[in-house]
């Protein structure tokens, strides 16, 4: 009697507790998506960039077939695949900004005076974030896939291990994004200077880093090289450092994201609310 005493309540504090992890994961989504700003301007960073790619590409074959070939085909996939890893990668940027820039509503401050964790709050963010954009970037991947596939024409074709090896890295490389940006607005508390900072990065800072042969391997060490990397070598369409292997790289993602997530936490835990 006396040990299943003991055993129910922590049974029950089992539930209780995954109950409440969910319900703070969908509050983190809830917020998000109320943000109809950032809903639609993530969408066609995702979804509407692919579409207008190939869009265009389509009418000027209409247009002139015989200087212009069809949308689809390896050589269009790698088009499409760079706006989704750097343009694609913006979205993901304004996403985490948003969910990790503070507490402008006052809702944090609210739940820290209730007495739970800063550092479950943090983790919250994470699949909150991740819930709202990962569709979008699996919806442009898909449209991706079908228009590649079903309007190759004469084009040459990709396979079905590139096209599968592609959405797997863009899937990962959207997520780790998202994660940066997240802990990096936590630690600046500022979405616009989180924003500023990482598009600089993205776009500008790694770029310059990979070109310059002086810091020979340690140029392994940027997540654009890793992400780079990872694509099928065929086409390469994202910069990377020549002869890093993919362990490495994905050795250098996780050890980015475990860092990333370690200051955010800690940020969040430490900061006044």
């Known amino acids: 009697m006396t040990t299943q005493l003991k055993e129910q309540p922590s049974s029950f504090d089992a539930d209780s507790n995954g109950w409440l992890i969910k319900a ?32 265009v590409i389509e009418l000027m074959h209409l247009i002139s077939p015989a200087t212009h070939g069809p949308a689809g085909g390896a050589t269009d996939l790698s088009r499409a695949v760079t706006i989704m890893t ?13 969910a990790g820039a503070g507490d402008a509503s006052g809702i944090f401050r609210d739940l820290v005076a209730t007495g739970r964790s800063r550092v479950a709050l943090f983790l919250a963010r994470i699949p909150g974030a991740i819930a709202l954009y990962l569709p979008m970037i699996i919806v442009a991947y ?18 079905i291990g590139t096209l599968v090896q592609d959405g797997v ?25 989180t924003i500023a900072i990482l598009m600089a990065w993205q ?17 392994e060490g940027l997540p654009l090289s890793s992400i780079g990397t990872m694509l099928p070598k065929a086409r390469g369409p994202v910069s990377s450092v020549s002869g890093e292997s993919i362990l490495v790289a994905s050795l250098v993602l996780a050890v980015w994201t475990i860092v990333a997530i370690a200051l955010g936490a800690y940020r969040t835990k430490t900061v006044d609310a």
């Open 86 to 98: 750097l343009i694609g990668g913006t979205g993901a940027i304004l996403v985490g900004a948003t």
């Open 142 to 159: 898909a449209i991706t896939w079908l228009v590649t596939v079903s309007l190759a024409g004469t084009n040459p074709h990709a396979t």
């Open 169 to 193: 890295v863009i899937v990962i490389a959207a997520v780790f994004n998202l994660i940066l940006s997240l802990a990096v607005a936590s630690l600046t508390l500022s979405m616009s200077t």
């Open 203 to 219: 776009f500008i800072v790694q770029n310059l880093l990979i070109n310059i042969t002086y810091f020979g391997v340690y140029r």
């Open 24 to 55: 703070m994961v969908r509050s983190e989504l809830l917020k998000l998506r109320k943000r109809r700003g950032l809903f639609w301007t993530t969408l066609t960073l995702s979804v509407g960039a692919v579409v207008v790619y190939f869009g």
